[in-house]
């Protein structure tokens, strides 16, 4: 650790004289200390928190070369190009750079010429290439986007589940893990699967206090995105939709109106690709209409609202498209716009052509997308929880709390079905816990032998959809969590066991029917 510390005002050096910054954020010097003592690491931060300061300034100030494995090849060739003009000797290999080429960044490796080599994973795990890192003194192997190798996350490659051969092969090399996802899973299978030792884990928190939470009814989006953009006029935006489709017309409807509107999608050429973007970042245009493969690695920081024209499909992918907007903490909005209709479509399409096991995870994540939509409770409360954090406070700064809705003391409630959650000793998923609360009598309660619990029968004088909306809401509240590698199986959390013994009350919102008759809205 000393030699560490020793390197530490090395790296502010590196920090002023590579990247003009005069301090390190908060959390970016422990972890550069913790990288620098050859510590295994697990960086979980929100984007644009600023990961790759923490492996790059460490690779600038050790000897050797730190090897990067990034799944995004379309940005490797834009961040190593970052990198050389601050002055960084860095390279790429990926399926786009030919042999010739390869092997002059080889050579260089090998000399010791190079500070940061950025690789896919294919790349990585093809032959001769660990054979080829042999020969290399390494500093460090940087895993980005570390969240890809657990398939319960969001965004799921199977090549990282092989990633776990470095250590073997290179078992004295520290390895650095970087993700902006920061679930309980997630979190697990980067520990085990890349075999890191006695990981140092630095969690930073994923509150944007300054983005305002909107969710908006989902009849006449045109109208409500038209008139919000007339009441900012100067405020640039961007609109994520679902299809590609989508995000033409409603670019042309905006034009119409004479918003200075483009759109971009995967299925432009990389050139128009490239134009819609530089008109945005230059605030020649002030709203990009998008899917989501608009907005990775861009930098830009005055982005004041985000909407989403249809439900994402889960929340990780919603926290991540809304911190696009104000990076520079100014006050800035994230709208979603809601109908019941969008769940019915997005059920579909997760659901599709995945295997069995993979449609009922995105199912289950798609539930808590919708009951996020569908919150009584603060949302941002709600967003946090899902990421492990709790807020002490309601934030003040969404929807929920800037118009709360009509609630009743719902501890009576919550105290049945914590109650049945323990007395089944933690097996019940969320339909079976609300049969077991009905007294049904099916064969899942029946083979449980849930029919024998005390709380068997004990919210009877509830109907199905009620019973739904308030466990969703239990769990929103951070009451309990799902362990979904646990048949989806209800945990209680230490606030779901205060609420149990009766030390904390909890409101719930009354559920109100009509919000699910609410009539389909066309997907125009
Ligand atoms: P992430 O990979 O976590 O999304 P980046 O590494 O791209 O984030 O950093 C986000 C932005 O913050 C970049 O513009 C980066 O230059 C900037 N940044 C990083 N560290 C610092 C720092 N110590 N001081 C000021 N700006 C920083
Ligand atoms: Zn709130």
């Known amino acids: 650790l000393t030699a560490a510390a020793e390197l530490l005002p090395a790296a502010r050096r590196a920090l002023k004289r590579y990247y003009g910054y005069d301090n390190f954020r908060p959390m970016q010097a422990d972890i550069i200390q913790s990288v620098l003592a050859g510590q295994d690491t697990v960086v979980l931060m929100p984007t644009g928190g600023g990961k790759s300061v923490c492996f790059q300034v460490p690779a600038v100030v050790s000897e050797g070369l730190c090897v990067v494995v990034s799944p995004l090849i379309a940005l490797m060739k834009d961040q190593v190009e970052a990198l050389k003009g601050n002055g960084i000797a860095a390279a790429f290999i990926n399926s786009s750079v030919g042999t010739s080429e390869a092997n002059d ?54 090549e990282y589940t092989k990633l776990g051969a470095l250590r073997t092969q290179f078992p004295n090399t520290p390895i650095v893990a970087l993700t902006a996802t920061a679930d309980r899973l997630t979190k697990r299978d980067i520990i085990t699967q890349l075999n890191l030792h006695e990981p140092k884990v630095f969690l930073s928190s994923f509150d944007r206090p300054n983005i305002n939470l909107i969710v908006r009814p989902g009849q006449d989006r045109v109208g409500s995105v038209v008139e919000y953009i007339t009441r900012h ?71 004041r609202w985000v909407m989403h024209y249809n439900l994402p499909k889960n929340i990780e992918g919603y926290y991540q498209e809304i911190g696009r907007a104000g990076r520079d903490g100014a006050p800035s909005t994230a709208i979603l716009f809601y109908s019941f209709a969008d769940v019915m479509q997005m059920r579909e399409m997760v659901t599709k052509d995945v295997p069995a096991r993979q449609a009922q995870l995105n199912t289950a994540k798609l539930e808590r997308m919708q009951q996020f939509a569908e919150a009584a409770s603060c949302r941002r409360k709600i967003l946090l929880h899902y990421f492990s954090e709790t807020l002490a406070h309601d934030c003040g700064n969404c929807d929920i709390c800037r118009n709360p809705p009509t609630t009743f003391d719902g501890t009576l409630l919550a105290q049945k079905a914590l109650s049945a959650v323990t007395r089944a000793r933690e097996r019940l998923s969320v339909t079976l816990l609300i049969d077991v609360l009905r007294g049904m009598r099916n064969q899942a309660v029946i083979a449980g032998g849930y029919d024998q619990i005390k709380t068997y029968g004990a919210g009877a004088d509830l109907p199905y959809l009620d019973w739904y909306s308030y466990v969703h809401q239990m769990l929103n509240d951070g009451l309990f969590y799902i362990a979904y590698e646990e048949g989806y199986a209800l945990k209680i959390t230490p606030r779901g066991h205060e609420v149990l013994k009766g030390e904390l009350p909890l409101l719930l919102k009354k559920f109100q029917p009509a919000e699910k008759a609410e009539k389909p809205t066309r997907a125009s």
Request: aromatic share 8%; hydrophobic share 40%; net charge positive.
């Open 105 to 158: 960044i080889a050579r260089a490796a090998v000399s010791g010429h190079l500070k940061l080599l950025y690789v896919s994973p294919e790349k990585l795990l093809s032959d001769g290439f660990m054979q080829f890192l042999g020969r290399v003194n390494i500093s460090l192997f940087a895993i980005d986007e570390a969240h890809c190798i657990s398939s319960w996350g969001h965004d799921f490659r199977p």
């Open 233 to 303: 006029p100067q405020d640039p935006g961007i609109i994520y939709c679902l299809s590609r489709k989508t995000c033409e017309t409603i670019s042309q409807k905006l034009q119409q109106k004479g918003i200075k509107a483009a759109h971009y999608h995967a299925g432009l050429t990389p050139n128009q690709r490239s134009k819609a973007q530089e008109a945005f970042l230059q605030d020649d245009v002030q709203v990009i209409v998008a899917t989501i493969a608009f907005g990775m690695g861009i930098d830009k920081s005055n982005v």
